[in-house]
């Protein structure tokens, strides 16, 4: 009979073994860089907020309706311990349009609104210029 595998000697199944068992030595990137194809994916839109409300219940989070050009995103914004609603309403801001819905509160929320915090003042990412709705910024 024709043999289908090639036999291995205990000494080579006990290296095999302890190749096997050996910690293995995984490269840790601890400085949480990503590539630049990784950051291609992330789009990041201009829009306007058209709309804004404090969300019931919640201390952090603010309602907005914001116009990214093709359609209208309603976007959740823990910004409501910094910024009245009505002062939001008519900014030009960056949005991560790509970023899966997500509820929070029961409210779904289409995106996120990219804002700095600087020792507990946040401050939302802008434009000196318009730059126009739906734009993608890089």
């Known amino acids: 009979a024709k043999q289908l595998f090639p036999r291995i ?5 006990a290296k095999i073994l302890e190749e096997l068992d050996a910690p ?8 949480g860089q990503i590539t630049i194809d990784e950051f291609m994916k992330v789009d990041l839109r201009t829009g306007k907020i058209l709309e804004a409300e404090k969300v019931k219940k919640s201390r952090k989070l603010v309602k907005l309706k914001v116009d990214i050009g093709t359609e209208t995103r309603q976007i959740l914004a823990g910004i409501a311990e910094s910024f009245e609603p009505e002062d939001l309403i008519g900014r030009t801001v960056i ?5 899966k819905p997500a509820k929070l509160m ?3 929320s ?4 990219l804002a700095a915090n600087n020792d507990g003042s946040l401050l939302i990412a802008g434009f000196d210029q318009e730059p126009g709705l739906g734009i993608q910024v890089r």
């Open 106 to 108: 029961g409210i779904e």
């Open 95 to 99: 949005i991560v349009a790509n970023l």
């Open 9 to 13: 000697e205990d000494k080579q199944a």
């Open 110 to 113: 289409q995106g996120m609104v």
């Open 24 to 31: 293995k030595e995984t490269a840790k990137d601890d400085t």
